[in-house]
C-alpha cells in the first residue's frame, strides 16, 4: 500500500487513538471520528486521556496537519480505510453490539467503491460477516467482496507495556475473501512490523477470544487456589513462586482483588453468549471463571473483616485506607475494576473509606469513599490499609513502616503488620 492513505478510525478511545497516531507516524491521513464531544474537545486541545498517548505525541500528529480529530460524520469521507473501534460491552449480562451498528451506519454511508473496511472490536465469532457486512451493504448500496474489502483485525494493547508496544506486537489480519485479506494486510503492514494472517474474520474473531479467556480462566484458577490456601493455611505465593521455577510447561498467573477492564470480565462473555445461542450448550470455564473472579472483591472484604474482628474492631467506623483504584498497576483505567467493587462495598458497610490513586481520575466519584494522597499521617490514622492496585509510585517502605495493618491482595509486601491474601 502507497503511503500515503486516507483512513478513518471511527472511535477515538483505548484502542483508535493509540492506532490513529501510529497511522500519522507512518504518514498516513488520519480522521479521528468519536461521537464523544468532551473527548474529542480534549484531543482538539491536545489533551490526551489515554496513558500510551503522551500530550507531546498528539500534539506531534495535530500538528503534521494529517490527524483531524472530529464530531462531525461529515469529516468521514473519502476514506480508503475505515477502522472500527468502538466498544462492545454487555448489557444485561448480553452482548450490546449498538455501537459497531452505530459505526457501520456511519462508515456504510460514506463508503466508496474500491475502499476497505476493518472492524477491531472485540466481539464474537461471525460479527463481521453476518452484522457488519449487511450493515455496511444497506447503507452504501454496495457489495462486500464485489465493491469494498471487509476484515477483521483484533487489537491487542497493553497500556504500559514498555517491551511489547504498538508497532512490534504482531497483529492477527483477516478478510472476508482473498483480495480483502490482501487489502487488509497491505494496511497494517505499513503501521506494524508484523501481520499474522488468517483464513477469515470469524478464526481472527475467535483467537482474540481464546487469548482472553485464557487469561480470565487462568487467574480464576490462582484466585480460587488463593481462596483454599488461605483457609489450609498455606502462603500462595511463596508456592506460586516456586512454581514459576519451572523452565517448561507453566505460565505464572497472580490472585488479586478480580478482574477489571474490559478484556476479561466482558470479553469471554461474548463467546460463552455464542456458544449458548449457537449450539445450546454453555461454556462451563467461561461461566465458572466469571463465578470465581466476579467473587474475589466480596472475599477481600470477607477477610478484611476477619482480620478485623481478630482486632477487636468491626468494619463500621473503621477508617480505611485503600491503595490503588485501577484494574492494573501503572493505569488510570478504573473501568470494571474490582478495587472500586472493593471500596465501595466496605462504603456500604459503613467503613470510614480513604482511597488514594494518583493515575485515576479525580473525577471518578465513588460515593462513600474520599480520595486522599498516601501520607505518612493517612497511614498511620488507618486502621488498616489494603493493597488494591500496586502502583509503583507507592512508597511501600513507608505504608509498611507506619501502618499498624495491611491487607495485601497483590503479594507485594511482607512484614510484620502485613497480612497477603
Ligand atoms: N482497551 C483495551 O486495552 C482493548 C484491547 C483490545 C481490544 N479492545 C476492544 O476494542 C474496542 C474499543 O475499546 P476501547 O477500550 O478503545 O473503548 P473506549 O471506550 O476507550 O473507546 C471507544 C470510543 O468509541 C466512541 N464511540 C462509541 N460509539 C461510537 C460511534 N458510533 N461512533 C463514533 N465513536 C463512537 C466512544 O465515545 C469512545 O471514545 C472494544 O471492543 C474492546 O473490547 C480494547
Known sequence: MSVPTSVLVVGQGYVGLPLAMRAVEVGHRVVGYDCSEERVKRLISAESYVEDVPDSLLARSLASGRYHPTTSADDCVGFDVA?????????DGLPDLSHVEEAARTVGKRLRSGSCVVLESTTYPGTTEELLAPLLEEASGLLAGTDFRLGYSPERLDPGNPRWRFA????????????????????????????????????????????????????????????????????????IEAASSKPFGFMRFEPGPGVGGHCLPIDPSYLSWRVKRRLGTPFRFVELANDVNDHMPGYVV???????????????????????????????????????????????????????????????????????????????????????????????EMVTANASFVLDTRGRLRGPGVERL
Open 168 to 239: 512490534n506486537t504482531p497483529k492477527i489480519v483477516s478478510g472476508i475473501d482473498r483480495p480483502s485479506l490482501e487489502a487488509v494486510q497491505a494496511f497494517y503492514d505499513t503501521i506494524v512490523e508484523e501481520t499474522v494472517t488468517v483464513s477469515g474474520p470469524r478464526e481472527a474473531e475467535l483467537a482474540k477470544l481464546i487469548e482472553n479467556t485464557f487469561r480470565h480462566v487462568n487467574v480464576a484458577l490462582v484466585n480460587e487456589m488463593a481462596m483454599f490456601a488461605g483457609d489450609l493455611g498455606v502462603d500462595i505465593w511463596e508456592s
Open 83 to 91: 477502522i472500527i473501534t468502538v466498544p462492545t460491552p454487555l448489557k
Open 302 to 396: 470477607k477477610r478484611l473483616m476477619l482480620a478485623m474482628n481478630q482486632r477487636g474492631r468491626a468494619i463500621q467506623g473503621t477508617r480505611l485506607l485503600l491503595l490503588g483504584l485501577a484494574y492494573k498497576p501503572d493505569s488510570s483505567d478504573a473501568r470494571e475494576s474490582p478495587a472500586v467493587a472493593v471500596a465501595e462495598a466496605l462504603a456500604a458497610l459503613g467503613a470510614e473509606v480513604r482511597a488514594a490513586d494518583p493515575f485515576v481520575d479525580l473525577a471518578h466519584q465513588l460515593s462513600g469513599v474520599a480520595r486522599v494522597e498516601v501520607t505518612e499521617e493517612e497511614v498511620r490514622n488507618a486502621d488498616a490499609v489494603v493493597l488494591l492496585t500496586p502502583h509503583s509510585c507507592f512508597d511501600y
